[in-house]
């Protein structure tokens, strides 16, 4: 069964500091992507990927920074934390273009910027 | 812009109860866009239940039944006998290319708690 590993599992971070998360696939998948979940909305897309050493901004890309340094490895950056980015984070996978294909995803990491 | 619009939780179900969960669609950019649900089960990460990519046809998937209705643009999910088992937060998504990729957009998902 496809794997996606994501790190921390919660945090909790000051406004105003950095903050990385960090996600990790074992399915050999070109894609991968970086969601966020807040009560009242469904999940957004915020940076994806499809290739190492690439990557393409999503609906909400504002105060996120993406990094993708191999096809297993995907990390999002929050430089400067606010109160509004408090919300569960999702990382997912896919073989082929999402719209198509399953995605697989990680155990999220709840994010509570104070 | 693309919209997948769902019945939001909490949806309370008494065992061996049948469940309907609505969804309904709109797509920009293609006519007849994919479309999933997903599950999320407690402490678990979302996983796909079913997909259909073909207007008209039916997915089925662990007792859930969803038909791509290109009419009424409408996937409402569907189990005639829920279970304990079955709690957990469901989520219709819709699947379109978009530039180098592609996207899925979800809906805002509906918790589903069934009682004993």
């Known amino acids: 069964e496809a794997a996606v590993t994501q790190s921390p599992r919660s945090k909790v971070a000051v406004t105003g500091g950095k903050v990385t998360l960090s996600c990790h696939q074992t399915n050999n998948h070109d894609y991968m992507y970086w969601y966020r979940q807040d009560t009242g909305h469904g999940l957004r897309l915020i940076h994806y990927?499809?290739?190492?050493?690439?990557?393409e901004k999503g609906d909400i890309p504002d105060g996120y920074k993406a990094s993708r340094p191999s096809q297993e490895n995907f990390s999002l950056i929050l430089e400067l934390a606010s109160l509004s980015q408090t919300a569960v984070y999702f990382c997912a996978s896919s073989d082929r273009p999402v719209s198509n294909e399953r995605l697989f995803f990680g155990h999220g990491t709840k994010l509570s910027v104070l | 812009g693309d919209s997948v619009t769902q019945t939001e939780g909490p949806v309370t179900v008494s065992e061996s109860e049948s469940l309907i969960i609505n969804c309904t669609y709109s797509?920009?950019?293609?006519?007849?866009?994919?479309l999933f649900w997903y599950v999320r089960y407690p402490g678990e990460g979302l996983q796909l239940l079913l997909k259909v990519i073909t207007a008209g046809q039916k997915g089925s998937s662990r007792g859930f039944e969803a038909t791509y209705n290109k009419e009424t643009t409408s996937f409402h999910l569907q189990k005639a006998s829920v279970q304990e088992s079955d709690s957990a937060v469901y989520y219709c998504a819709l699947g379109e290319p978009q530039g180098t990729g592609s996207k899925l957009s979800f809906g805002k998902g509906a918790k589903l708690t069934v009682s004993p």
């Open positions: 990927s499809y290739v190492a050493d690439s990557t």
């Open positions: 797509a920009t950019s293609i006519a007849y866009p994919n």
